[in-house]
């Protein structure tokens, strides 16, 4: 547009401050001349100008105008990736290429790449598929370290996953990419083994009743056996030193912050993705604190007792189990 057209779409008929004002946008980095237009008589050329990159990173972020109009180019890039590796026919136990796709071209998605890679990311067609690229290596290295390290899933995820987590399984399996994971692992043996150092002498100062051997069997044993942080580096959640019946009233206050009614499936989203699972020592106890016990090692729940906190809503109910049994 010229600024003429820009001042009109804008500002109405209010001509005044168009020429200055799009002085500003360009200095800003926002706008940048596209070309001219021939001048006709004795006119002189007219500059047109249009959004730059960081212009239509601003627009997407606030139009859902701009939204649409992203959304056809990041599906044609993604496409075009696709195309290269061959990840829709890679194979996964649940639809993982679908469900990135989906998330990817929704405006969630969309703002969340476009916040994570900045606004050059998706300047042309180049410049996104060295972010689709870049997109793997994150996913991959989001697989390797495990769950626990990967970005909140309240506003962003893809069965139960973070995006890049779903997009790293997908890349596991493939046969190229596979390679680069392998290359990964061998690339952090070394640190592998001071990672599990470090969480053994973490575990053992934390937890000084434990005898030596089982502290050290459990900081090499993940607390959830989803994990696989650097293989088999020890992973558990937050070890806190607090009244038992503090941590439940904590869990059960944080399942039933609203009623069955009022919970909407973005809240139950949020609370299926981000665990809340706990280590509480209780005087000279160590008692582990969950709503989902399944998903614990058996090594974590044979030797302590396990309080299971389930239910939804209105609906809470605390159960109890030692070393592995259903106590009460």
């Not at 509480?280 to 044979?302: A, F, H, M, Q, Y």
Request: hydrophobic share 40%; proline share 4%.
């Amino acid at each position: 547009m010229t600024h003429y057209q820009v001042a009109h779409l804008v500002f109405g008929d209010k001509y005044s401050s168009a020429h200055d004002r799009i002085v500003n946008l360009s200095g800003c980095g926002l706008l940048v001349q596209k070309g001219e237009r021939p001048g006709t008589a004795n006119k002189l050329p007219t500059a047109v100008w249009g959004l730059s990159p960081l212009g239509f990173w601003v627009a997407v972020h606030e139009f859902d105008e701009a939204k649409a109009k992203f959304r056809p180019l990041i599906v044609d890039y993604w496409k075009t990736f696709t195309e290269i590796y061959r990840l829709d026919e890679v194979e996964t136990e649940e639809p993982l290429y679908r469900l990135f796709t989906e998330w990817l071209k929704s405006d969630q998605g969309m703002v969340k790449v476009l916040d994570d890679f900045g606004h050059a990311a998706f300047a042309n067609k180049g410049y996104a598929l060295i972010t689709f690229r870049r997109m793997v290596d994150i996913g991959l290295l989001t697989v390797l370290v495990g769950r626990n390290f990967a970005f909140y899933l309240s506003d962003r995820s893809v069965a139960g996953r973070d995006p890049y987590q779903a997009l790293g399984e997908i890349a596991l399996r493939d046969k190229l990419f596979g390679k680069l994971h392998a290359v990964f692992r061998e690339t952090d043996a070394p640190l592998r083994s001071e990672i599990n150092k470090a969480m053994y002498e973490e575990l053992h100062e934390k937890l000084p009743s434990i005898p030596e051997p089982l502290a050290k069997q459990l900081a090499e044993t993940p607390f959830f056996r989803y994990l696989s942080t650097l293989e088999n580096s020890g992973v558990f959640p937050c070890i806190a030193a607090r009244p038992l019946q503090k941590a439940l009233d904590q869990m059960k206050s944080a399942l039933t912050e609203h009623s069955d009614e009022d919970m909407n499936e973005d809240h139950m989203d949020e609370l299926l993705s981000v665990s809340l699972s706990q280590i509480v020592i209780n005087g000279d106890r160590v008692c582990l604190v969950t709503e989902d016990p399944g998903s614990i090692d058996s090594l974590w729940k044979d030797n302590f007792d396990v309080y299971w906190v389930s239910g939804q809503g209105k609906n809470v109910n605390v159960e109890i189990h030692r070393a592995g049994v259903r106590a009460e």
